[in-house]
């Protein structure tokens, strides 16, 4: 195509083309130019094929009627905590996880009987709460009515638990707009494990299935970027902050596993990026398993998104070509190259 530079990456040559003046160009101001979707004051890059929503935090401001029933049950027990201290410490954890935290810190044990009935009566006490009146956060409804007007699939994938998620949601007027959710009621492991998320999403596909067709969706120019390398036998590596477990069989339904006989994963490394270790490995193993064609770091690419993971590998000795999928082309300056998508850059 016309208007591409031709720019050196490392020993080789190995060269990136990009475009200049066109998506995918750094503007002079080193901004990549963007072709986005507008979603409120927010970029977005892709369409997704659905949509899951957190619940307390993203969609109504509970956290803090959550914390008072907390406070109204475990106090009588002598269990206490600050707004402060429950922010820092139990937000984020579902109903059964905040009690078992409780009780950790305070050196109590608490069985599974005991844990049933101060989840019962938590939920009836956040009951009585949330009937003096819940906030929806600014924007939340016009958007979920947006997206439920618009035909898209839409579920809940939230910590709590659905007898507390259900009447707030008819309080909002939006419960037919999530005829699916995942609560805590659902899953064994709350948040940051992803079972929450990985149900919902196989509830979305299992509901629509000629919608909804992949949790890895892959960006635009990524797997024939990947596919073509892979053709010509240059050496892959993959270099992740994910769990090889989620990783793994994305892979497999992106249909591109073979591409990569080498992962560095969490499972690998006890710093994550922006530390360079996981790139070092993930250079060494490369290096170990193709020794007559990989010879220094220097010679290496990493494709990247996000600046802790530009600094990961430039710190590691690697050239960084990024794509603005995440965040911005400002944000991404330390990179050695940069495009707004993968599609259409060759590597010669």
Same mark, same amino acid.
């Given at each position: 195509?016309?208007?591409?530079?031709?720019?050196?990456?490392?020993?080789?040559?190995?060269?990136?083309?990009?475009?200049?003046?066109?998506?995918?160009?750094?503007?002079?101001?080193?901004?990549?130019?963007?072709?986005?979707?507008?979603?409120?004051?927010?970029?977005?890059?892709?369409?997704?094929?659905?949509?899951? $929503?957190?619940?307390?935090?993203?969609?109504?401001?509970?956290?803090?009627?959550?914390?008072?029933? $907390?406070?109204?049950?475990?106090?009588?027990?002598?269990?206490?905590?600050?707004?402060?201290?429950?922010?820092?410490?139990?937000?984020?954890?579902?109903?059964?996880?905040?009690?078992?935290?409780?009780?950790?810190?305070?050196?109590?044990?608490?069985?599974?009987?005991?844990?049933?009935?101060l989840l019962s009566v938590k939920s009836g006490v956040f009951q009585e709460v949330v009937r003096d009146g819940v906030r929806a956060y600014p924007g939340a409804?016009?958007?979920?009515?947006?997206?439920?007007?618009?035909?898209?699939?839409?579920?809940?994938?939230?910590?709590? #638990?659905?007898?507390?998620?259900?009447?707030?949601?008819?309080?909002?007027?939006?419960?037919?707009?999530?005829?699916?959710?995942?609560?805590?009621?659902?899953?064994?492991?709350?948040?940051?494990?992803?079972?929450?998320?990985?149900?919902?999403?196989?509830?979305?596909? &299992?509901?629509?299935?000629?919608?909804?067709?992949?949790?890895?969706?892959?960006?635009?120019?990524?797997?024939?970027?990947?596919?073509?390398?892979?053709?010509?036998?240059?050496?892959?590596?993959?270099?992740?902050?994910?769990?090889?477990? &989620?990783?793994?069989?994305?892979?497999?339904?992106?249909?591109?596993?073979?591409?990569?006989?080498?992962?560095?994963?969490?499972?690998?490394?006890?710093r994550s990026k922006p530390d360079p270790e996981s790139y070092r490995l993930a250079f060494t193993r490369l290096r170990d398993a193709y020794p007559s064609r990989?010879?220094?770091?220097?010679?290496?690419?990493?494709?990247?998104?996000?600046?802790?993971?530009?600094?990961?590998?430039?710190?590691?000795?690697?050239?960084? #070509?990024?794509?603005?999928?995440?965040?911005?082309?400002?944000?991404?300056?330390?990179?050695?190259?940069?495009?707004?998508? #993968?599609?259409?850059? #060759?590597?010669?």
């Amino acid at each position: 195509m016309r208007g591409r530079n031709r720019q050196e990456v490392g020993a080789g040559p190995v060269y990136v083309m990009k475009w200049t003046g066109r998506p995918g160009s750094r503007t002079p101001g080193g901004e990549v130019a963007t072709r986005s979707m507008r979603i409120g004051n927010a970029d977005c890059r892709w369409r997704p094929d659905a949509v899951i $929503f957190d619940f307390d935090g993203v969609i109504v401001d509970t956290e803090p009627l959550h914390c008072q029933a $907390f406070r109204k049950v475990l106090e009588p027990l002598g269990i206490g905590f600050t707004w402060q201290e429950y922010k820092d410490r139990y937000m984020g954890f579902d109903d059964r996880d905040a009690f078992r935290e409780a009780f950790r810190v305070h050196g109590r044990v608490l069985d599974e009987e005991a844990l049933k009935d101060l989840l019962s009566v938590k939920s009836g006490v956040f009951q009585e709460v949330v009937r003096d009146g819940v906030r929806a956060y600014p924007g939340a409804i016009s958007l979920v009515e947006s997206l439920h007007a618009r035909g898209l699939p839409m579920a809940i994938s939230s910590g709590a #638990l659905r007898s507390d998620i259900a009447p707030i949601l008819d309080l909002l007027g939006i419960s037919r707009c999530f005829p699916l959710a995942v609560t805590a009621d659902d899953v064994r492991r709350s948040k940051p494990d992803p079972e929450s998320y990985r149900l919902a999403f196989t509830r979305l596909r &299992d509901a629509y299935p000629s919608r909804v067709s992949s949790a890895g969706a892959a960006y635009p120019g990524a797997i024939p970027l990947v596919e073509s390398l892979h053709a010509r036998g240059l050496p892959l590596a993959i270099s992740s902050g994910a769990l090889r477990s &989620d990783i793994a069989p994305i892979l497999s339904m992106l249909g591109i596993a073979r591409c990569f006989p080498l992962a560095v994963t969490a499972d690998d490394v006890r710093r994550s990026k922006p530390d360079p270790e996981s790139y070092r490995l993930a250079f060494t193993r490369l290096r170990d398993a193709y020794p007559s064609r990989v010879s220094s770091a220097g010679a290496c690419l990493a494709i990247e998104d996000t600046p802790a993971g530009i600094r990961s590998a430039k710190r590691a000795g690697l050239k960084v #070509l990024a794509v603005a999928n995440s965040h911005a082309g400002k944000e991404l300056a330390e990179a050695d190259y940069l495009t707004e998508t #993968l599609e259409g850059v #060759l590597l010669p």
